[in-house]
């Protein structure tokens, strides 16, 4: 039984004991919760429903706890429930019950955990987009880890998800990239605002392989060669390191084809239409404050060309027009400007400002021997991606961007990533995959096997059912980390689950010694087991990060 079972059953209990009363079960609230006590002794799970509903029935708290109480002991697999303090109910579950859980893992195996809660949804996930004029820094490999991990959990749900990558490909940035190259191909010292490190280097020449005549071009013919190569090229260097690390993309999208193609002009009139924009001092403002902003926005500057938030709402209008029904932007720490522009951007385009979701990342620091690690072989003043994946590997590097929440500032520590012992998060998560594997293998070579109808009412022992009730709780948590769009829920789970396995690993012998015969709580046991790394391996698998077999 899982703890959303035991809410259903707590639910259908409570709402039997109301109407006994004469009291209509609309008082009960959306979500019942189910919780593990902190102390084992006081049951297996806990609920305070009592507490939150007492007084809109107009009974009092401990009265209504002991009704509920008696109902559901009388419930299939619960073995005992009883009224704690003020009002809360403590349950126990059966044995037979609880091990039941096994048995269920074991049948949904690689599905075990995974969700309806998003069905029909269509979500389109911007994440990374990293202006194609230098390797991704750490703010954009965090994106990547994350961005990924949540794209995974919101399938899990039955999402439809398409994975987005916004190519900034047109503005300034883009031009003192094309005359970085430029200066680098004439060998000549970097622009005063250019772009430096050695990529510089690595594009031009690759350029000249490819256009031998690029210098001899007329300047304006020359700039715009280099721009469109370079940005090419270095766009196709940052799929390559994306690819390498586990994240791809379903859509790279071009900020210039926007231009392009007329959509910024179109839905600039499509807004003037509307009476969304409104001209002052010769420009063209969104009315953003009537939608929550703290200012209006200029879209066309006095000088007739579009701001920025102009491709903004076109691309907005673009994603709108391609279905999606939520559209969800990783952004970097100083973009919390946008959240406001854009629901506004959504209003002014006839949308609820929901359709529009952002999500402001902090930044990465890298920590090496108890100091800040600063420079970047290839870059020259930043972290890449290719620089962290080269210090700890991609399972690592994922793992622990993904472990923590995207709000704080994360400081990661190689040497500790570097370490094969239990102090490194991804390791110790990892080795009790490895060792439930090796458990399996070693199994198999006394010719024992996991069986599904293994009697799994003898896992009575504390440890197993606390490994059992940790197990049950995964759904919810995948459920929680799509919702909250927080991925780092599941890879602190995975890391409590490891440790409840180590636990019941440390008192509970599992397979035979020397001339002893299995026996059927050997058999539960080995059930147990797989059901625990199928977990893991589930959940790592969500994070984009392996569940290795031996180590």
Known sequence: MTPAALADQVRSSATKVLRARGVDADV??????????RN???????????LQVAKRAGL???????????????????????????????????????????????????????GEELVGKKINLEFVSANPTGPIHLGGT??????????RLLSAQGAEVTREY???????????????????????????DGYAGSYIDDIAAEILRKEPNALSLPQQQRH??????????????????LHQFGTDFDVYFSESSLHHSGAVTGVVEELKGAGSLYLDADAWWLRSTEHGDDKD??????????????????????????????????LGADHHGYIARLKAAAAALGHSPDTVEVLIGQMVNLISGGKPVRMSKRAGNVVTLDDLVEAVGVDAARYELSRYSVDSVVDIDLDLLRKHTNDNPVFYVQYAHARLA???RNAAELGLDTRADADVSLLTHPREGDLIRTIGEFPTVLRKAAGLREPHRVARYLESLASAYHKFYDVARVLPQGDEEATPLTYARLALCEATRQVLANGLSLLGVSAPERM
């Open 28 to 37: 009960l609230p959306g979500t019942v919760t189910v919780e593990r006590p």
């Open 40 to 50: 084992p002794e006081h049951g297996d799970y806990a609920t305070n429903l009592a």
């Open 60 to 114: 009092r708290p401990r009265e209504l706890a002991q009704a509920l109480a008696e109902e559901l002991a009388l419930a299939d697999g619960i073995a005992s429930a009883e009224v704690a303090g003020p009002g809360f109910v403590n349950v126990r579950l059966a044995a037979d019950a609880q091990g039941r859980l096994v048995r269920d893992v074991l049948a949904a195996g690689e599905r075990y955990g995974r």
């Open 142 to 151: 965090r994106w990547a880890a994350v961005g990924d991990a949540l794209g």
């Open 166 to 192: 916004y190519i900034n490909d047109a503005g300034a940035q883009i031009d003192r990239f094309a005359r970085s190259l430029i200066a680098s191909a004439l060998g000549e010292p970097v622009p005063e």
């Open 224 to 241: 715009a060669t280099f721009r469109r190569l370079g940005v090419e090229l270095m766009l196709q260097e940052i799929q390559r390191s």
């Open 297 to 330: 926005r200029v879209v066309i500057k006095r000088d007739g060309t579009p701001a920025y938030i102009a491709a903004d709402i076109a691309y907005l209008r673009d994603k709108i027009d391609r279905g999606f029904d939520l559209c969800v932007y990783m």
């Open 438 to 440: 090796s458990l399996q």
